[in-house]
């Protein structure tokens, strides 16, 4: 099973504020998903993952 992280880990792995994690989640800015357990927000890891390692890039365009 994925491990779960909290807002606050992803935006210390990302380098982000949480505020901006929580505008990313309501304008879907970015395609990052995450689970809703009430009110809470959770990140699964291996989504973390796929997100960072989707934006590697030799070059600019």
């Known amino acids: ?23 990313w989640r309501c304008t879907g800015r970015y395609p990052l998903s995450f689970i809703k357990v009430g009110r809470r927000v959770m990140y699964r890891q291996s989504d973390i993952e796929n997100f960072v390692n989707g934006r590697i890039y030799e070059h600019t365009l």
């Open 1 to 23: 099973m994925n491990s779960l992280l909290t807002p606050s880990q992803v935006s210390d792995f990302l380098g982000v504020t949480i505020g901006t994690l929580s505008v």
